[in-house]
């Protein structure tokens, strides 16, 4: 089967929302994903209208990810840990300067984190403040993502690993540990 280039997922030609999902999903083989990626890509370039339809398979998966982060995070505000839930804002400007202020005020946990350093983009599932110095004091943040598969495919790796990288520019030192919260 043929792969989705990794070329593809570069936000300069597609945008930054689209290349986070190629590139969660790059590593997949032609099928359904592939097809809707090239309608997707379609649509981002302005080539034609993005489907509407529900697929009903992809809610239950997104219902079954929402409970299984708000349990991580129940079990995360039982621990006395203060949280910035940042979900809700669509636009990317607004949830970014809400995301560094959180990490400026060292917010303990920061649900739905936005993260951009050039044309790349990503929201991370939660930032975790650890005792490590950055330019934010002495303090800087991991990424944990949560995941309702038992095994982490090789795209959920690069994802968080996208992440990662994009908290550099944002705590100025690069994370020492990422981390997937299995069910």
Sequence with gaps: GEEIPVAA???????PALARLALAGFT??????????????AAARGLRK???????????LRKGGDEHQAAFLGHLEGQGLRIARLAGYPDEKTALARTLG?????????AQATLVEGGWAGRADVLLRVARPSRLGNWSYEVWDTKLARETKAGSVLQICLYSALLVASQGVRPQFMYVVPP
Excluded at 50 to 60: L, R, S
Excluded at 102 to 110: T, V, Y
Aim: glycine letters at 10%; hydrophobic letters at 35%.
């Design 28 to 41: 997949r083989r032609v099928g359904i994903e592939l097809r809707q990626g090239r309608i997707d890509l």
């Design 50 to 60: 993005p489907p509407d339809y529900f697929d009903p398979d992809a809610d239950v």
């Design 102 to 110: 959180a990490m400026h005020d060292g917010i303990d946990e920061i």
């Design 9 to 15: 997922a570069h936000a300069d030609s597609v945008g």
